[in-house]
């Protein structure tokens, strides 16, 4: 994984630093709340509905084992024992003091972390596939990338006061785990016909009140053109962007309202008056440089198929469930990218105690080269897990309680925070995803309904991605109460569609059973197991749901 | 108003005049971008004086390019803090028309973005009363160091790629300045 060198240690430092005296500033009176807004802002400090809450980036999702186990010491010391991994790849700490957020700035710093561009109008972490540098489906490595892009929007001096937040994502395989298609700036990893890699630059994408799907500007960049092409883009959407409607000022808008086309024609004119050689001589230097880090590890030289691993197989069945369920093909032979849930049955989506933070680094040191990942769905990753020690990281999992074997399934819910945390929601996430794990507990029940991923956003800005769920619920507030509206049939993936309201919405009490009644629908008319729910539904479409759940009184 | 230029407070000899005034025979003046392109655009250039032109964040910089060789100064209003359309405006001054004069940041200018501003080619900043002057000097040593490489700013905030590619930044000048 990369490492600072003595310029990035020293640029986190001095940011914490700054940070430090305005603290200290708005704690002795000299800064109004007023003031110190856009400060704490820019270092990811919200004032939440109860509390401060601190964002902290996990740049593309990837992390050390002494940064997990750092996190782990920050949630025990200055916050309440645990810690929230979000769907941009970031944690979330929902307790911490004013005054000792220095400090954790600090502490995240000691261990090449930080917190800058977590919030404001700016631009986001730079999130990837979570299986990047192992999957066996990747063409290319994108992780060197994301670092150049985590490194050139770091404090961009151009780029920091822009109409709205702008989230970047890159992906590297032509499976879109990192679904690239509904970010400001979505990026495609391919290679062209003379073999070289490029990206195709997919613009406009999102969720929130005005869901799309991104269009494509550029079907093959070569790579070395990256940063001034981005700069390109960027400079049409501060300059142009809507700024005199929050609700209609990400770049979205810009796209959708003078066609991706015009847009398109606005970028390439801004980047042909460039003079781009010397930027690009200088990132593709960089570039280099940084790819070194992400050298692969010493891999042993193993067989494909594990003796020992083979018998566990055929003797556990637990452990056969959780290895069919949890792990994925890795590019090296005798490897495999092993999933961690943090979805436990009742528990809330995303969430992970200190001492579950610790048992992860320690598994990711005895069994994956001291690396981890983040997962957007709110999961971590062990990427690099050799077959002959599945069974005792799963072992240990199970002794950390991390080994539901419930990826990708009913139960696998992507939540966010909502009215139990958040000041701009309007309904409850947890406790609905809570319910719905609950009814849906018996695993033998989540095999048979298969691959039917769930999402539920406390309010219409959609953190919790519902509208990119095979089935999303928005909590709503009608009249005082909360009302949650089910959407069918969306998907993030490379097939990107938005999903379809299958009706008037549910009271609190009821969503649970509208969910299962959708859930029997599809178990009940599918044409088998192998008709997975999108490919059902894509095939009957809403109004076969919607006569089934909304019976006529 | 206070002027901060070249890392001091200076006087300022630029007038603003605002369209309905009449404009003064003497001395340096900063017009609007409605009188430029009105009946006495011509007109201004011909008492000899220097010229600036105030641009507020909606209106486009690529107007000024039939006057920009005879303009001494261009002021870019930020409305409000958050308005970051001025950002982009003087990059593309500096970086694609290589616009030599002063590039000066008028309205709701704060400290906080200083270093920001400097580095897109800013090079003047007026100031409100009040406005804690004096963190003015300081706040840009709080992070000296950017990684975003141009090669058309004249900051003392270093390029961290560029120092990495010419080593132009030794490690003992980094402990210095711990």
């Given at each position: 994984m990369y490492r600072y060198d003595e310029f990035d240690a020293r640029f986190v430092a001095d940011r914490a630093a700054q940070f430090r005296d305005q603290v200290r500033r708005r704690l002795d009176g000299t800064l109004s709340e007023e003031e110190f807004r856009p400060l704490r802002l820019m270092n990811g400090l919200y004032l939440q509905l109860h509390a401060y809450m601190l964002r902290i980036a996990i740049p593309y999702g990837v992390l050390g084992s002494q940064q997990l186990r750092q996190l782990a010491m920050i949630a025990d010391r200055w916050d309440r024992g645990y810690g929230h991994f979000t769907t941009r790849q970031n944690i979330q700490f929902n307790w911490p003091k004013l005054a000792d957020v220095p400090d954790i700035l600090d502490a995240l710093a000691a261990v090449e972390m930080h917190a800058i561009q977590t919030s404001g109008n700016c631009i986001r972490n730079v999130t990837t596939d979570q299986f990047a540098g192992v999957a066996a489906d990747e063409v290319e490595d994108p992780r060197p990338y994301c670092e150049l892009l985590r490194q050139w929007s770091s404090l961009h001096p151009e780029f920091s006061f822009l109409p709205r937040k702008f989230k970047i994502a890159v992906t590297?395989?032509?499976?879109?785990?990192?679904?690239?298609?509904?970010?400001d700036i979505g990026l495609r990893m391919h290679r062209n016909e003379a073999g070289e890699p490029g990206f195709e630059v997919i613009v406009g994408g999102g969720l929130g009140r005005t869901p799309m799907v991104g269009k494509t500007v550029r079907d093959f960049l070569p790579v070395a053109e990256l940063v001034p092409y981005v700069t390109a883009i960027m400079r049409v959407y501060n300059r142009f962007g809507r700024r005199d409607n929050k609700y209609k000022a990400r770049i979205k808008i810009l796209v959708h309202e003078i066609g991706v086309d015009a847009f398109s024609e606005l970028v390439e004119a801004e980047y042909r008056a460039g003079d781009h050689a010397a930027g690009i001589e200088l990132a593709v230097g960089e570039v280099e440089r940084i790819a070194a880090y992400f050298a692969p590890p010493a891999y042993e030289d193993l067989p494909e198929r594990d003796p020992g691993h083979m018998a566990r197989l055929f003797e556990n069945r637990d452990f056969a469930r959780w290895v069919r369920q949890s792990t994925a093909p890795h590019t090296v032979r005798g490897y495999s990218i092993a999933n961690i849930s943090l979805k436990p049955i009742g528990g809330i989506p995303g969430d992970a105690s200190s001492a579950q933070m610790r048992a992860v680094a320690d598994l990711a040191d005895r069994h994956s080269f001291g690396e981890i990942r983040v997962a957007h769905e709110q999961n971590l990753v062990l990427?690099?897990?050799?077959k002959r020690d599945l069974f005792a990281l799963w072992e240990g999992l199970v002794e950390a309680d991390l080994g539901t074997p419930n990826l990708g399934l009913v139960s696998d819910i992507i939540a966010c925070p909502g009215m139990d945390y958040c000041s701009l929601a309007t309904a409850r996430s947890i406790p609905v995803a809570q319910a719905i794990s609950r009814r849906f507990a018996d695993l033998a029940l989540q095999s048979d309904v298969g691959d039917l991923r769930i999402n539920i956003s406390g309010c219409i800005n959609a953190c919790g991605h519902?509208?990119?769920?095979?089935l999303g619920i928005l909590g709503l507030e009608k009249r005082g109460v909360e009302s949650y509206q089910i959407t069918l049939g969306g998907s993030g993936d490379e097939n990107a569609a938005l999903g379809q309201l299958l009706g008037p919405g549910f009271a609190a009490d009821e969503i649970v059973d509208a969910v299962e009644a959708v859930v029997r629908v599809y178990l009940a008319d599918r044409r088998g197991p192998e008709e997975r729910f999108l490919d059902f539904f894509r095939r009957v479409g809403i109004k076969h749901f919607k006569e089934a759940v909304y019976v006529p009184v | 108003m206070s002027l901060f230029k070249h890392g001091e407070w200076t006087t300022d000899d630029w007038r603003f005049v605002a369209d309905d005034e009449p404009l003064p025979a003497v001395g340096p003046k900063i017009v609007t971008l409605a009188r430029l392109q009105g009946d006495d655009g011509e007109y201004l250039f011909h008492c000899g004086c220097p010229l600036g032109v105030r641009l507020e964040?909606?209106?486009?910089?690529?107007?000024?390019e039939p006057w920009l060789n005879r303009l001494s100064l261009v002021a870019l209003g930020f409305p409000a803090f958050v308005d970051g359309r001025a950002f982009s405006a003087a990059a593309i001054l500096r970086q694609r028309h290589g616009f030599a004069g002063e590039i000066r940041a008028v309205g709701n200018v704060l400290v906080d973005q200083h270093a920001f501003m400097l580095r897109v080619g800013f090079d003047a900043f007026e100031v409100a009363e009040g406005r804690a002057l004096e963190s003015w000097r300081t706040a840009l040593l709080d992070v000296p160091f950017a990684y975003q490489y141009d090669d058309t700013a004249s900051t003392p905030v270093q390029s961290i790629w560029q120092a990495r590619r010419s080593g132009s930044l030794q490690a003992g000048e980094l402990q210095a300045a711990e």
């Open positions: 590297g395989a032509p499976f879109d785990r990192a679904a690239v298609k509904v970010h990427p690099n897990v050799p519902h509208h990119v769920a095979h | 964040s909606g209106e486009p910089v690529e107007a000024l």
